[in-house]
């Protein structure tokens, strides 16, 4: 059973992170940081778009946290955090921020390639510009969106679908 907790919860997760990134990303690319106003100007269209391509970026991130990202995050957190000495919410922290570090250069290369140069007709050339500039653009939101809204959303779902 246990097993089966850990992958709804890490498919809840996934999920939760690609709808937020999705709708940032979205409303982002349309403009609503410049407007005056900014995010708050933003129209409910961006939330049907973000839910078309997160219903495949969920099952990448999916993969992509599955495969290795969980792993490696838990591996970086493991050398910063003593789970025998440290508060345990600083360890569940250190995971959380060194997950976002695996995943967020991970996904950020992903939605390079696949928006920039195969859907957006970018030149392969300019990849690493591109990717650089899309990290940038998502390391903030991932990191506090992971720590402040769909980390804690995941564990009361997962606590409530599982009590």
Known sequence: MKKMQSMI?????????????EVYNIAYKLGYHMQVGGFSSMHNDVFLAALKEASYMGI?????????????????????????????????????????????PSMSLIASILFSI??????????????????????PMAFFWNIFAASPFTRKLTKWLFA
């Open 9 to 21: 919860f890490s498919l809840i997760m996934s999920y939760s992170m690609a709808i937020g990134m």
């Open 60 to 104: 990448i991130v999916f993969i992509i946290s599955t495969l290795y990202g969980n792993r490696l995050g838990q591996h970086l957190a493991n050398s910063l955090c003593d789970q025998e000495s440290d508060p345990s919410y600083f360890c569940m922290l250190m995971r959380q921020g060194a997950t976002i570090m695996i995943m967020c």
């Open 118 to 139: 195969i859907l957006g007709h970018q030149p392969l050339l300019q990849l690493p510009a591109i990717f650089v500039g899309t990290l940038m653009e998502n390391f």
